[in-house]
């Protein structure tokens, strides 16, 4: 099970933290991914780790103002964002790859409910 929280409505510039608690499998043998619906597009990978958390993927519209981040004890994952702009705009969900790495579809993760983001 995975369960986001964290979003909300801030202004451009803000910064957000969302959190997602994982349960059900163990979480330092499977990279996690943040995934993002913007309103009308389809979804996207914005930050990816691996197993153990030494790894590190963002994509290019969030990097250098994202950090992405586990906690293997208390199995949480973390996405900071700062600098926030309208195009980070959307519903982010939190997603369990299928293995140690990333790298499938996103489109076919487990994901949880999600958690809106609206900068205005």
């Known amino acids: 099970q995975l369960v986001e929280s964290g979003g909300g409505l801030v202004q451009e510039g803000s910064s957000l933290r969302l959190s997602c608690s994982a349960s059900g499998f163990s979480f330092s043998s499977y990279a996690m991914t943040w995934v993002r619906q913007a309103p009308g597009q389809v979804l996207e990978r914005v930050a990816s780790i691996n197993g153990f958390g030494v790894n590190t993927y963002y994509t290019g519209s969030v990097q250098g103002r994202a950090t992405i981040s586990k906690d293997a004890a208390k199995s949480m994952l973390y996405l900071q964002l700062n600098n926030l702009t309208t195009e980070d705009t959307g519903m982010y969900y939190c997603?369990?790859?299928?293995?140690?790495?990333?790298?499938?579809?996103?489109?076919?993760?487990?994901r949880g409910q999600g958690t809106q983001v609206t900068v205005s």
């Open positions: 997603a369990k790859e299928v293995g140690y790495s990333w790298g499938t579809d996103v489109s076919r993760l487990q």
